[in-house]
Nanobody, 123 residues
Framework: VQLQASGGGLVQAGGSLRLSCAAS????????LGWFRQAPGKERELVAA????????NYADAVKGRFTISRDNTKNTAYLRMNSLKPEDTAVYYC?????????????????WGQGTQVTVSS
């Protein structure tokens, strides 16, 4: 599976962005998906995760109520809608896919990773 993340950019605090993660392969529907981020000098952390049919989602406490993860299995694409962005959301955002259809929160459970897209939120 190859993943291509896009949609990052520079936005003012309070603004919104939507990240996309396009996947290759015909088995996209069988993968659990996650969005992670890594800020400078910090470890990579889970932002949100979703299971194969979008029935289950999980969010980091820092983004609950502001971010929404979704997926369109007909388009082999996952999304991360980010509202009310804060400067502390500044990071490189990565999408990842696991071999399990479940919603998984551990980084080690994800086998396939995209290249990352930079999100910068100015104050």
């Amino acid at each position: 599976v190859q993943l291509q993340a896009s949609g990052g950019g520079l936005v003012q605090a309070g603004g919104s962005l939507r990240l996309s993660c396009a996947a290759s392969g015909r088995t996209f529907i069988t993968y659990g998906l996650g969005w992670f981020r890594q800020a400078p000098g910090k470890e990579r952390e889970l932002v949100a995760a979703i299971n194969y049919n979008a029935a289950m989602t999980n969010y980091a406490d820092a983004v609950k109520g502001r971010f929404t993860i979704s997926r369109d299995n007909t388009k082999n694409t996952a999304y991360l809608r980010m509202n009310s962005l804060k400067p502390e959301d500044t990071a490189v955002y990565y999408c990842a896919a696991s071999n399990s259809a479940r919603m998984l929160t551990a980084q080690g459970a994800y086998r396939y990773w995209g290249q990352g897209t930079q999100v910068t939120v100015s104050s």
